[in-house]
């Protein structure tokens, strides 16, 4: 359902631009959610299908009950290489809602990204976003949790936990006390080891001492490289290409589709699948908002975010196999490590070590409340996801 509008690393194609001619045409005439329909369904290039598409578009709008602002930070078309599945979730909204909900799609950092769309969802100023839940930390720090290395940090054992009682009863009342609403988590891969060029790979631990390894907010994974023997060096994202390039920083850790997306192809040489931590995300809505909702459309709701996680699920093998496709199409190395190779890591920085039992007290409870879950992400579900 999603179309690739951006390009192919280090290229730019005559259809791409004139795809982008008729997204920004498409955008003056008839408004942004027509744009973003059409182009996931490849009609931008038809007269007749976009005034079609505005017509089907305006008549949902006018006969929903519910206006439903959804933002996200990634520009539509991104599923090809990050599953995020936005416009499949807005479509999915509209149709179990039998029309009552009308979804006003915000991609492209529209409304901003990360941390600051949390606080718009917690604030009620729109309706839902979609994050990592890194920056959900921040306002549900019980989330945070799934950044303690080496104990979910492949996609199956990360849906196994998610969709587990143990997560639900614990972790779930908590982030409604902070007035969120988790409606579905979005499974893309595990966060890796990624250097700057004219470095070598971080094949072990003592490739990471001194290195300048650049960290988002969390604490967490500030710690995670502390004890590994790096140097974590907070930068935002929005800096983290130039901190890259001239030696601020010289490596980074999110996931290979991420760093496809963003375009690090050009910057990095390579590439290691650490399987430290999950690059976890999810879509959170504001619980005050959902609980205002008559029943049954908060049935479709619940329904449309359980129905596209299955997409997500579907798509994962694909978008991780067309990203690093593309890196390495760009010159980038891709490294995966063996069973000997991440015990070496896991002995320094996994779960088991006692570094991490303050913060399992803090946010599952205590260490046996921890455990519980441990024992649920090694528990199969009824949800498959390929481990990429």
Request: charged share 20%; glycine share 6%.
């Amino acid at each position: 359902m999603n179309v690739d509008l951006t390009h192919r690393t280090g290229m730019q194609q005559p259809q791409t631009l004139l795809e982008r001619r008729r997204f920004l045409h498409a955008c003056t005439r008839y408004g942004l959610n027509t744009a973003l329909v059409a182009a996931g369904a490849g009609t931008l290039l038809s007269d007749e299908a976009l005034a079609q598409t505005a017509k089907e578009e305006r008549e949902r709008k006018n006969a929903a009950k519910v206006q439903m602002t959804f933002a996200t930070a990634y520009i539509v078309g991104v599923s090809r290489s990050h599953p995020i599945m936005q416009l499949d979730f807005k479509e999915n909204v509209q149709n179990m809602t039998n029309g009552q909900v009308y979804v006003n799609l915000a991609p492209g950092k529209k409304l901003g990204a990360g941390a600051a769309l949390a606080k718009k969802v917690q604030q009620g100023v729109i309706q839902v976003a979609q994050h990592s839940a890194s920056n959900f930390a921040p306002f549900a720090p019980e989330v945070d949790l799934i950044n303690i290395p080496y104990w979910c940090a492949d996609n199956q054992r990360v849906v196994n936990l998610v969709t587990s009682q143990a997560w639900k009863s614990v972790i779930d009342p908590k982030i409604a006390a902070k007035g969120f609403k988790a409606l579905w988590y979005t499974s893309t891969s595990a966060r890796t080891f990624s250097v700057r060029k004219g470095m070598k790979p971080i094949l072990s631990p003592d490739d990471l001492n001194g290195v300048k390894f650049r960290v988002p907010g969390s604490k967490m994974l500030q710690q995670v490289y502390r004890m590994l023997g790096a140097n974590p060096t907070p930068v935002a994202w929005g800096e983290t290409p130039s901190a890259i390039k001239q030696g601020v920083a010289d490596a980074l850790d999110p996931v290979i589709s991420g760093l496809y997306i963003f375009g690090f192809g050009d910057i990095l040489s390579h590439i290691t699948l650490g399987q430290t931590v999950h690059g976890l995300q999810v879509y959170s809505c504001n619980l005050e908002w959902f609980n205002s909702l008559p029943k049954d459309v908060q049935e479709g709701i619940d329904f449309a975010s359980e129905v596209t996680f299955h997409q997500n699920l579907a798509k994962v093998p694909a978008a991780f196999a067309f990203s690093a496709a593309e890196m390495r199409a760009a010159g980038v190395e891709i490294h995966k490590l063996n069973t000997d190779q991440i015990a070496a890591f896991e002995a320094k920085c996994g779960h088991k070590r006692k570094e991490w039992d303050d913060w399992k007290r803090q946010l599952a409870g205590s260490p046996a409340a921890f455990d519980k879950m441990l024992e649920a992400a090694n528990t199969r579900g009824k949800y498959f996801v390929h481990n990429v």
